[in-house]
């Protein structure tokens, strides 16, 4: 009798590794030989977490570990509404619920605009968890491309309508956007609020990155538009703008009821968030001012010693970033993730090397990416310099090895 395969779900074979992580049992054995890796293919900050959410988590002193709501605690809730209001972003505090890191946000956003087999518009290049998220939801993402040339800014209106579909449900934006770094400009975030408008749609707006702005750059939350309140949905994490991605607390904001009775029943579903993360957070989000200030001229910093030795590489192009930590560079190769993942295994320059990421996995069209990276400026400007030079040098024998 012939034995029958049992096989896996599709969805498995849609979601896409992730381009950030597939390599990570490499940098193990890598590391295991020795070899100094400078990893700038994950938005780890390495700055300290700060005092407040260490000193919190420390002085615990409950005896047992509890379920909380399903909502996030209403302590949490109500720093998150003071967090919203330093930023003229006024909220009830019933038009807030807590999430496990700005993922579950995502997911919980798309999933409750979207029926299995509708669509969400997308700028590529984008998140590329996006995709996974997608897949899980079992929501098709359309994608809209934007060009470096153009400053990765958003198309014009007719061309994000002719993506439109009678299946679309709403328009997810990043801004300051990563990948590439864009802070989108108040008239190009009109345009997704007259679509919105016009054609009935949902804005899913991610800004975790929203502090990080440089170059007298301003940054806009579709929050600051009153006439699409109903259409907006907040995504939000304290990973990047607090060091506390391990964390994983983040946040789903809506004025529209139903949106938050939907995600609420995603929410009890996976029951409560952890308390002693949620419990540490409360005052730095009651005073987030006082430590994000300081982040600007750090990663400003930062973003110029690694574009300072990007622009003297011969035959790559790239643009300064103006907001968020990453930067999307095009490369003289045919297959960025041959070339990351030579940079990793068969590299190394006086015991060191770095780790990138390969574009591929941020955009969604086929065939899109395949010769760019994206670099995330997260180490000191110190190890930053040392890193870029190391890479510089890896690109050099890269294109020499190719030629021969």
């Not at 007719?158 to 400009?185: A, D, F, H, Q, W």
Request: one cysteine or more; a positive charge; aromatic letters at 10%.
């Amino acid at each position: 009798m012939t034995k029958k395969i049992l096989n896996i779900s599709r969805r498995t074979e849609k979601t896409q590794s992730s381009p950030i992580r597939k390599f990570a049992p490499f940098l193990e054995e890598v590391k295991k030989r020795g070899i100094k890796v400078f990893e700038l293919h994950i938005g780890q900050p390495d700055l300290e977490t700060p005092k407040e959410v260490l000193l919190e988590i420390n002085n615990f002193k409950g005896k047992i570990l509890p379920y909380t709501n399903s909502l996030g605690i209403l302590e949490v809730r109500l720093a998150w509404q003071k967090y919203y209001r330093d930023f003229n972003i006024n909220l009830d505090i019933s038009e807030i619920l807590v999430t496990t890191g700005g993922s579950e946000a995502i997911l919980f956003a798309m999933a409750t605009i979207c029926s299995p087999g509708e669509e969400i518009i997308v700028f590529e290049p984008f998140y590329t968890n996006y995709n996974g998220y997608a897949s899980l939801a079992g929501i098709k993402l359309v994608p809209v491309k934007t060009s470096a040339k153009a400053g990765f800014c958003l198309p014009n209106k007719k061309e994000i309508e002719r993506k439109i579909s009678k299946k679309t449900r709403g328009i997810l934006i990043c801004n300051p956007n990563n990948p590439t770094g864009t802070v989108y400009k108040k008239e190009e975030l009109k345009i997704l609020v007259q679509i919105a408008k016009e054609r009935n749609l949902f804005i899913l707006s991610d800004e975790v990155y929203r502090e990080f702005v440089y170059d007298g750059e301003k940054h806009y939350s579709m929050m600051n538009f009153p006439e699409v309140k109903d259409k907006v949905i907040l995504l939000d994490s304290i990973s990047k703008r607090f060091s506390a991605c391990g964390a994983r607390i983040g946040c789903l904001a809506s004025k529209n009821k139903e949106v938050i009775e939907g995600a609420t029943k995603f929410a009890q579903a996976r029951l409560s968030l952890p308390i002693i993360e949620q419990l540490a957070v409360i005052p730095i989000l009651k005073n987030s001012g006082k430590y994000t200030r300081k982040l600007i001229g750090e990663y400003k910093k930062r973003r110029d010693t690694v574009f300072s030795v990007l622009e003297k590489i011969p035959n790559i192009f790239c643009l300064k970033p103006k907001g968020a930590f990453y930067i999307i560079v095009k490369l003289p190769v045919r297959d960025s993730d041959h070339f990351a993942k030579w940079l990793l295994t068969k590299f190394s320059w006086e015991g060191k090397t770095v780790m990138v990421a390969p574009a591929s996995g941020f955009y969604a069209t086929k065939g899109l990416g395949e010769n760019e990276i994206r670099l995330a400026f997260v180490l000191s400007s110190a190890k930053l310099k040392e890193a870029m030079e190391i890479f510089k040098i890896g690109l050099e024998k890269y294109i020499l090895l190719c030629r021969k």
